[in-house]
């Protein structure tokens, strides 16, 4: 559905994003009638789609929530909600359940029990999945199907959300605008029940595995709407995208450095072993460094899977194969090259544990979100979980709220005119991202990355570009503001955890303006100092 007439109708309850927390979302308040907005067409455009571990459960015999909760805390770096990490844990089977009478085919043993996988820093087998690594694409295409018997549920595809309607505080309905048609009027939806599901910001980024679609405008329109932000400045790295000229870039999973590959540099050296005793098996933030550091000190980075999988590489990875050889990289023959890529935000829009934001009628779930339930790094097969748990939590929030109808269309609140995105613009924000606000971090440059960020955000006549420079602005200022390193964020300049600085970061658009007036008033200062 896509007539923008059509659109204009007043709605009850509006969800945007098409991924499985929007997805979930939906179809746990059936029969109520949602409509779904999607920028991508369902099944198109969502990391749900590309997750290949699976979800984190504790199913199996002799695991328990306490034991998922606490390898949950220990990962995440001193900034987990330890009750919000708890409940998390407490409700992944029930969902795990609904999951399964959606259609999801989990794998299942012998005996017909839920199939669990182990995964890095789970203390026991608890990873629910589907057909090996399929479990994305097999949640997606489950759910799609479901709503799509739904009749309550209306779905709009091809709509990006690219401004919140308020009014004294409460949300009272979204500015729309078609996809890839920037001369197109925008379209206003009235409604005062809003969930944003937009995934994450790994776009933002030149070098990522995450969709064109994940770049961070949910967050934006939140932010620009008011909404507190939580945890901005935690952004889980992948060591190991392949750097194939490919974007989004594949991934070389971290199960080849479990079968013995090694990482070397263009002189053929391994150089995790002097980094950590467990060498390329070390935590992920900390291979991502190291491989982060080759690069800039331009040696490059590849990963050598030549003598541990030899001939057997396309039988035991097919999908990373198929990948290097679409690329013209034999991983039989040839090391292959490698970059951290930009995979999951910690951080997001401020969610309490209903999946309720700070502004009144406006919700938020999945990725676009912070609950607090991950810190300052996640642990692996969690998201998709904090998802579906958040999803169900909101629908009942909603469906237990009285939701004042929305009496009439709310005016477009900016920009009926649209410019084209200026490509140039946009290469340089993700460059600059990768660059100044990535894996290694230093205060001068993230100085330097706010000025510009809030400069784009500024000026752009685009209004996709806008709120990409809006969401990189929160993330610059709020990494800049942070004195210390912490699990995935590190400042080179401050290269220990200071205990004292142990809180989440709680933080709004206006506050990140303040820190880029600031810094270029001091940039100024010193231009005139040195002129002087
Ligand atoms: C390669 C890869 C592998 C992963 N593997 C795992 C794993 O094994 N286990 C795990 O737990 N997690 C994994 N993750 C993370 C996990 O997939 C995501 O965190 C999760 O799927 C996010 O779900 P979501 O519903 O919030 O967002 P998404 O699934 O990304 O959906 C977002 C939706 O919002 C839409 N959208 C975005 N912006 C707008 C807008 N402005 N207007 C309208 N619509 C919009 C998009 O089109 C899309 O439909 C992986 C991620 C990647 C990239």
Redesign the pocket.
């Known amino acids: 559905m896509s007539n923008p007439d059509d659109l204009t109708r007043n709605t009850d309850v509006v969800i ?7 997805l979930f979302c939906a179809l746990k308040l059936a029969p109520r009638p949602v409509t779904v ?4 067409p ?1 099944g ?13 459960a504790a199913v199996a015999e002799g695991d328990s929530a306490e034991a998922h909760a606490a390898d949950t805390v220990a990962v995440g770096a001193g900034l987990v909600d330890e009750t919000i990490a708890l409940g998390l844990a407490s409700e992944a089977g029930a969902r795990i359940h609904d999951l399964l009478h959606y259609g999801v085919p989990f794998d299942r043993d012998l005996e017909g029990k839920l199939a669990v996988g182990r995964e890095a820093a789970h203390s026991a087998r608890r990873i629910v999945h589907v057909r090996g690594d399929m ?2 694409r097999a949640i997606m295409s489950a759910l799609i199907e479901a709503v799509r018997r739904t009749p309550s549920i209306r779905v709009i595809e091809g ?4 401004a919140l309607l308020t009014e004294d505080g409460a949300v009272t309905g979204l500015q ?1 605008r078609k996809v890839g048609e920037t001369t197109a009027k925008p379209v206003t939806i009235a409604s005062r029940a809003v969930v944003l ?4 910001i ?1 776009h933002l980024y030149a070098v990522t ?3 064109a ?3 961070g ?2 967050l934006a ?1 939140a932010a620009r709407a008011g909404a507190i932000i939580a945890d901005p400045e935690f952004v889980q790295f992948h060591p190991t995208a392949i750097m194939a000229g490919r974007d ?1 870039a594949p ?1 070389a999973t971290e199960a080849l450095r479990g079968e013995g590959a090694t990482l070397i540099n263009d002189k053929g050296e391994r150089f995790m072993p002097a980094r950590h005793p467990l060498a390329e098996l070390a935590p992920r933030d900390i291979v991502a460094r190291g491989v982060f550091a080759e690069i800039e000190a331009g040696r490059g980075a590849f990963l050598d899977a030549r003598q541990a999988l030899g001939a057997h590489f396309s039988e035991k990875f097919p999908t990373v194969y198929a990948s290097c050889m679409a690329a013209g990289i034999d991983p039989v023959r040839r090391p292959i090259p490698v970059a951290p890529a930009a ?2 935000h910690m951080g997001g829009i401020s969610v309490d544990a209903r999946g309720r934001t700070s502004l009144k009628g406006l919700w938020a ?4 979100s912070s609950t607090g339930a991950h810190g300052a790094n996640r642990l ?6 904090e ?1 579906v748990v958040y999803a169900a939590r909101i629908a009942e929030d909603i469906g237990g709220s009285p939701i004042a109808a929305s009496a009439r269309l709310p005016g477009t609140s900016m920009n009926q005119h649209d410019s084209a995105m200026p490509a140039l613009e946009e290469k340089n924000l993700r460059a600059m991202m990768t660059s100044h606000v990535g894996v290694i971090r230093h205060g001068d440059r993230l100085a330097e990355a706010v000025r510009a960020f809030a400069a784009i955000e500024r000026d752009t006549g685009n209004i996709a570009l806008r709120n990409m420079a809006t969401t990189a602005l929160l993330v610059a200022a709020s990494a800049w503001a942070r004195r210390e390193s912490r699990g995935a964020h590190y400042r080179i300049d401050y290269p220990s955890e200071k205990p004292a600085l142990a809180q989440r970061t709680m933080t709004t658009l206006g506050a990140a303006h303040e820190i880029a007036a600031s810094l270029s008033e001091r940039a100024q200062a010193r231009t005139v100092e040195h002129a002087s």
């Open positions: 945007v994003g098409g991924g499985l927390a929007g907005i999607s920028a991508a369902l198109q455009g969502a990391s749900t789609a590309w997750a290949q571990g699976g979800i984190a479990a994305g709509f990006a959300a690219e729309l599901a937009t995934g994450g790994g595995t995450n969709p679609e994940a770049s405008l949910g329109i989004p991934l995979h999951y779930g999945g990725e676009v692996a097969s969690n998201s998709l979980l998802a």
